[in-house]
């Protein structure tokens, strides 16, 4: 098992702290980090010396080289999901969520949340991570992986078996979230043409009203095919490109 | 010990803006990267992906991970919130609507938009909606300025004949007129340039006409940028990475 680096964990949760707009002395961060001021010192002006961070009035904000580097994860996938993810969010008046492969997890790569009048949605921010079997998206992630992967995760978690078989038998998930919070989670593969999974969408609603979630699954699959058709054209015609 | 938080950091650093210029490597090709030991590369990585900071390919490699778009999402308010004053200037100026946009996941999103006073009939366009960069004037002027390789692929992936000749005019220019935007507008774009790091955004009037723009327009346009430009500097007093 690889050792932890408790200075990049402060690094990142100094990153963190920096990103929410708040202006912090050094003193505060130092506080609120549970570091001493002079490691917090060296951890800004470092991060400032590599241009990730800005010294501005009253305090550090995070560089616009920082949003130049984050524009670049996976730029071409979240171009083609953006505007459909947020248009089935509109439509299902439900928050929805695009997740990716995360070695064996998956992770929230983008999340759009519904102008509506409700007063409570679920949320599920980008960056989450949802381990194998930790939502009703990671399952439908497993359940479209090779029958090792598929093995692996069942001899740990033997539950986990009838989830994964009506995913695959379905073509979409439907679950409370075993995340603890009170909310259910429906959840369909975008598959490439190879039947692999490139990514799921899921909406996310509150338990009280989840009932007849599943009448958006026509709607999750459609905008679901939308995303792998728009992105196999794109990436087929970097191929393309490159073979002449 | 000193030395080596300072050195840590500044290995983490530079692990995460090498994968974001090359995208994903193994862990043995950032050691290389880096010049560090394999351990030393593999601490700095798996604690960067326990954090989230990166993400685990299917071949286990290792790319930069989704949490940095929440950290640095709050930027994009930031920068409307830093154009809005240029902005309104401008519309009142000019009489016309003025949209700042910036890019985002290879397209473009306008993030604000500042109309004259009183508004009257005219078109609002839905912020934060995302539109290829190849298919409208400010999506247009931001590819004309992003650096070499970026470029190249989305000029590749629109599979669009004309179009790198096309960007040339416009970094000739530095200026796009577009009479025949998809819903019937002029619109006249300038981007919106970092003297550090590049273009951040395009700045774009909208007009009924589909007349050319005078050089009066183009003057109030491009000054408002560069104060932008300028606005966006001030606040983050940045040295050079």
Do not use: K
């Not at chain 2, 604690?47 to 930027?75: A, C, F, K, S, V």
């Not at chain 2, 935007?181 to 009037?205: C, H, K, N, Q, Y």
């Amino acid at each position: 098992m690889t050792e932890i680096s408790s200075t990049v964990v402060s690094c990142v949760q100094l990153l963190e702290l920096i990103s929410d707009g708040r202006r912090r002395r050094p003193r505060d961060l130092a506080e609120e980090l549970g570091l001493s001021r002079s490691s917090v010192q060296r951890l800004l002006s470092t991060l400032e010396g590599r241009g990730l961070l800005a010294r501005a009035e009253a305090g550090h904000v995070l560089s616009t080289r920082m949003r130049v580097m984050a524009d670049r994860i996976m730029p071409a996938l979240r171009g083609v999901a953006f505007n459909a993810i947020r248009e089935l969010a509109d439509d299902c008046r439900e928050t929805v969520v695009l997740l990716v492969d995360d070695g064996p997890d998956a992770v929230v790569l983008d999340e759009a949340v519904p102008t509506t009048e409700h007063s409570v949605r679920a949320r599920l921010a980008v960056g989450t991570r949802q381990a194998a079997g930790g939502g009703a998206a990671a399952i439908v992630h497993l359940a479209h992986r090779d029958v090792a992967a598929r093995t692996r995760a069942t001899r740990r978690r033997p539950d986990l078996a009838e989830a994964i078989a009506r995913a695959r038998e379905q073509g979409w998930l439907l679950m409370r979230s075993p995340a603890g919070a009170e909310v259910t989670e429906l959840a369909v593969p975008v598959l490439d043409e190879e039947e692999r999974v490139l990514a799921s969408i899921a909406v996310l609603a509150p338990t009280v009203r989840a009932a007849g979630l599943e009448r958006h699954v026509p709607l999750l699959v459609s905008h679901a095919r939308r995303i792998a058709r728009l992105h196999a054209r794109s990436t087929r015609r970097d191929d393309e490109t490159r073979v002449h | 010990m000193a030395t080596d938080i300072a050195q840590t950091v500044d290995r983490t650093l530079l692990a995460l803006l090498h994968l974001a210029d090359t995208g994903p490597q193994s862990i043995r090709q950032i050691a290389a990267s880096l010049a560090i030991s394999l351990t030393a590369a593999r601490r700095i990585v798996v604690t960067l992906h326990r954090e989230g900071m990166l993400r685990r390919t299917e071949d286990r490699r290792y790319d930069l991970g989704p949490r940095l778009i929440r950290m640095t999402d709050p930027l994009l308010a930031r920068f409307a919130e830093l154009a809005g004053p240029s902005m309104a200037a401008l519309a009142r100026h000019t009489g016309l609507s003025v949209l700042l946009s910036a890019f985002a996941a290879d397209g473009v999103c306008v993030l604000h938009q500042a109309d004259p006073a009183p508004p009257g009939l005219r078109l609002d366009y839905r912020t934060g909606r995302w539109r290829p960069m190849t298919d409208c004037a400010d999506g247009l002027v931001i590819l004309a300025h992003l650096s070499g390789a970026r470029r190249e692929r989305i000029v590749r992936d629109s599979g669009r004949p004309g179009l790198p000749q096309q960007l040339e005019r416009v970094r000739e220019q530095g200026h796009l007129f577009a009479a025949g935007e998809p819903w019937g507008a002029a619109a006249l774009s300038v981007p919106i340039l970092d003297t550090r790091i590049g273009v951040i955004g395009a700045l774009t009037v909208l007009g009924a006409a589909a007349e050319a723009p005078g050089a009066g327009l183009l003057h109030a346009l491009s000054a408002a940028s560069g104060e932008i430009a300028g606005a966006v500097l001030r606040q983050s007093s940045e040295r050079a990475g």
